[in-house]
């Protein structure tokens, strides 16, 4: 079994920063990638960033792109989401999740993820 534990979220201003951290224990070794997704009130969950366990390679949502900053720690199965130059539209519950065997051409796809974290929740103010 799979378990992954998010925290880092919080209340912020405009152009503040935010580090976000997700634990992984269990069965995770078998997965390619760790990813981060958000979910706004009244809107679908969304890719964020993911990043390969091995190799380090990331991608990025266009929309977050150049002000987060997806990475991992393998020795503690730990992947951190830094998040800086934030913005009120950032404001969203961010959930962890470990990608599918196998899923590693659609990892922008929420669907291509079987475990998921609880959520935090990061608030950003104008």
């Known amino acids: 079994q799979v378990q992954l534990l998010e925290s880092g979220g919080g209340l912020v201003q405009t152009g503040g920063s935010l580090r976000l951290s997700c634990a992984a224990s269990?069965?995770?070794?078998?997965?390619?990638?760790m990813g981060w997704f958000r979910q706004a009130p009244g809107k679908e969950r969304e890719f964020v960033a993911g990043i390969w366990w091995s190799s380090g390679s990331t991608n990025y949502a266009n929309s977050v792109k150049g002000r987060f900053t997806i990475s991992r720690d393998n020795a503690k199965n730990t992947v951190y989401l830094q998040m800086n130059s934030l913005k009120p539209e950032d404001t969203a519950v961010y959930y962890c999740a470990l990608l599918g065997v196998g899923k590693s051409y659609a990892i922008t796809h929420r669907s291509s993820y079987d475990y998921w974290g609880q959520g935090t929740q990061v608030t950003v103010s104008s």
């Open positions: 269990g069965r995770t070794f078998s997965s390619d990638v």
